[in-house]
């Protein structure tokens, strides 16, 4: 198992002065670009300790919004391809369905690529509902603006000996011949998220990694979904590495400690859905058949434990997140034992996006979780046999 550390990069001064949203429309003046600039060294200090303790490392991109500043997710990345010699350096995501430009992303990917030398991991996304107003889209035709930018860029990366003309329904090009083209042959491997079983299929269809946020113990039926596909399109079971999930993560020696962290970290959570509701889920973001299942109460923020009890995790105590595997935390055998009970009950994840930080856990606290995960946890996950991906894949055909 890979095990990449993230974070949203908050500025959470402001957590408790708003107005009702802490996303797009939330004054920057309430920014102090002192603080932020501080904030930015802390954050990047982190990663680099996880470099040199055998973490890697996960980068995202947010607009307009005191819970993530990395607006700029690309800066983020440079500033780590230089800085980190180890980590593989996963950006989930870029937005690539709001982007005006895909040839600049493929242009801007390729140079992280070689920079790193071959450690990056591009995640395009789809984007949260909240990203609509910032980048000005129409969200009816966003995922197909969304698959005509990822292939440009594929295309951008593996075009080698001529240069090639692009016309498309939303980006025209002549003359494309990308400097540098990209480290890893044929393109640095590709990822992408999602919470829905229609987007899974599609991923499977791809051989794509597939990452859920927040799903919790619901996430058999998405993994499902994506074995499904994976299995009708290659003929053979996806392995435990086309599978990612992220889960926030709190290990201290002392359980009543692990506890105070994963209550902090939580924090995440709590200010995530703090958004005026005309922003939340614009007509036309979510298919038909995602938006029953939201109406139902199947989707995030409402999660499930391992027994059926539902929960919703922007209020949850941290018990209740430990239950709906949304949390991983405690003693490092306990951490251990959560994780790979997860990784069980979904018929195997090869990747854990670890969410060491959040909200207002002091930058100690964070390399002291950090440092006990990558002692005491870390090395009994690499030895963790997964689930039989064939026995998974014939429970779904079944």
């Given at each position: ?143 197909e603006r969304f698959w005509e930018a990822h292939d440009f860029i594929i295309k951008a990366m593996t075009t080698h000996d001529a240069t090639f003309n692009w016309e498309g329904e939303y980006f025209h090009y002549r003359q494309v011949n990308i400097w ?219």
């Amino acid at each position: 198992m890979r095990v990449y550390q993230f974070s949203e990069q908050p500025y959470y001064p402001t957590w408790n002065d708003h107005s009702g949203s802490l996303r797009v429309i939330l004054p920057n003046s309430k920014c102090d670009p002192r603080i932020a600039a501080d904030l930015f060294h802390r954050y990047y200090d982190e990663y680099q300790a996880c470099d040199a303790i055998g973490i890697d490392i996960m980068l995202n991109e947010h607009h307009q919004s005191a819970t993530c500043m990395s607006s700029a997710v690309v800066i983020g990345l440079a500033v780590l391809a230089r800085a980190t010699k180890k980590a593989r350096l996963l950006v989930l995501g870029y937005p690539i369905g709001h982007r005006p430009d895909p040839l600049r992303v493929a242009e801007e990917l390729a140079t992280i690529d070689v920079i790193s030398r071959g450690r990056l991991d591009m995640g395009f996304i789809k984007g949260i509902p909240y990203e609509i107003a910032a980048s000005n889209r129409n969200p009816v035709e966003l995922m197909e603006r969304f698959w005509e930018a990822h292939d440009f860029i594929i295309k951008a990366m593996t075009t080698h000996d001529a240069t090639f003309n692009w016309e498309g329904e939303y980006f025209h090009y002549r003359q494309v011949n990308i400097w540098p083209r990209p480290w890893q042959e044929p393109h640095p491997p590709v990822w992408s998220t999602t919470g829905s079983t229609t987007q899974a299929r599609v991923l499977g269809e791809r051989g794509y990694v597939m990452a859920t946020l927040g799903t919790g113990y619901g996430t058999r039926k998405v993994y499902d979904a994506y074995r499904k596909s994976y299995l009708a399109k290659f003929a053979r079971a996806p392995g435990a590495d086309r599978f990612a999930y992220l889960g926030l993560v709190a290990v201290a020696k002392d359980k009543e400690e692990a506890r105070r962290r994963g209550h902090l970290i939580a924090g995440y959570l709590r200010t995530s859905s703090i958004v005026h509701l005309p922003f939340r889920n614009p007509p036309g973001y979510l298919p038909a058949e995602d938006n029953a299942r939201q109406m139902r109460g199947e989707t995030p923020p409402r999660s499930f434990t391992k027994d059926g009890r539902a929960i919703n995790m922007h209020a949850a105590t941290v018990e209740e997140l430990i239950d709906a595997g949304i949390l991983f935390c405690g003693t490092p055998e306990e951490v251990y034992e959560q994780i790979v009970d997860f990784c069980e009950h979904c018929g195997g994840m090869g990747n854990l996006l670890m969410m060491a930080h959040g909200g207002e856990l002091t930058h100690a606290q964070t390399i002291d979780n950090l440092t006990l995960f990558a002692a005491e946890v870390l090395p009994r996950l690499k030895e963790y046999r997964q689930p039989d991906a064939e026995a998974a894949a014939a429970a779904v055909a079944a």
